[in-house]
């Protein structure tokens, strides 16, 4: 959120779960919907009348600033195990764009141009209210996880943000996790810097997502401190059929080790990936094996019951609804 490509900030979120529309779809959505508005009005636009995107290419800032009034982005919840429990300890907010004549439209195609434009601002500034408001109903031992994209560490104010969306939906700052992406270059790199400490001091943790697919892996290590690595699920693939691909992910939970991070693994498909990550000794485990993305709805539901069972005596076992999670 695997069947997606590897995307590092198109993750706000990542497109697990949803589905990507073809050339053919999109000319056929846009013949309908110029059936639809009728002669005076085509899916190409006409002067003084507003243009209905054709083709997911021709969506631009106001679509964007159209979906966030019009509600419709949503928030799906992948949730992320213990490795060596398989109890839910966190669940990162991933986020979803139902366009209406368009369709499910893929983070990747929406979240580089959110950044481009400048509305990755007001997106995730509703990205974290939503997650953190959501949260707050769950059971106190779980987290929730939240991306970040670089451009969003070029604003002063992000701390200050982040420290009234706690305040607003009485999240302790303890159970939030920002998962840093590094699909785009960091800009000022001092007041990136700067909003990171601030926002750490609070306890809220800082994640380094998709470590190794992106621009500067290594250089954001020496300049950053963070709590967390996540290993992108594109090293998890064929771990158990390349001595390279072990190789490389013992390395990335050495590297964090050394730096005194969690590691969590994500991606993770098969019974035999999870079986290794835990030799390697990976904290947490995220993918399609544990629970595909659920709506907040059904991840409260499930930790509720894990909750239930945490009361019981049974905190050991797997909470059964996991393996039924709503895609």
């Known amino acids: 959120m695997r069947s997606e490509p590897p995307v590092s900030s198109q993750r706000l979120h990542r497109a697990e779960a949803g589905q990507h529309i073809g050339p053919v779809h999109r000319s056929a959505v846009a013949g309908s ?110 987290r929730v996880s939240v991306n970040v994209s670089p451009v969003q560490l070029q604003d002063p104010d992000f701390a200050d943000r982040v420290v009234a969306t706690l305040l607003a939906t009485g999240l302790a700052a303890c159970r939030l996790e920002l998962e840093l992406t590094e699909g785009v270059p960091m800009g000022d790199v001092a007041v990136a810097l700067e909003g990171v400490a601030a926002i750490r001091a609070l306890g809220v943790s800082i994640a380094l997502d998709d470590f190794g697919t992106g621009f500067s892996s290594l250089g954001y290590l020496q300049r950053f401190t963070f709590d967390r690595l996540k290993i992108d699920r594109t090293f998890i693939t064929g771990l158990g059929e390349a001595r390279e691909s072990w190789f490389l992910v013992r390395t990335m939970h050495d590297i964090a080790h050394h730096f005194g991070m969690a590691v969590t693994a994500e991606g993770i498909e098969t019974e035999d990936e999870a079986r290794m990550l835990r030799e390697i000794g990976a904290t947490e485990l995220q993918g399609f094996l544990f629970s595909r993305p659920v709506t907040g709805e059904a991840a409260t539901a499930l930790l509720r019951e894990q909750a239930h069972r945490l009361r019981s005596g049974k905190a050991g076992r797997r909470t059964k609804s996991l393996d039924h999670a709503v895609p």
């Not at 949730?79 to 669940?91: F, L, N, R, Y």
């Open 33 to 142: 919907t110029a059936q639809r508005l009728g002669p005076e009005r085509s899916a190409n636009g006409s002067a003084g009348v507003p243009q209905v995107p054709a083709r997911i290419e021709d969506l631009g800032a106001a679509d964007l600033r159209s979906a966030l009034a019009g509600g419709e982005f949503s928030l799906a919840y992948q949730p992320i195990v213990s490795a060596a429990t398989g109890a839910i300890t966190s669940c990162e907010g991933l986020l979803r764009w139902q366009h209406p004549s368009l369709g499910p439209v893929s983070p990747a195609d929406f979240i580089p141009l959110a950044e481009r434009t400048g509305a990755i601002g007001p997106i995730g500034a509703w990205v974290l209210e939503t997650a953190c408001r959501q949260a707050a109903a769950w059971p106190e031992f779980c």
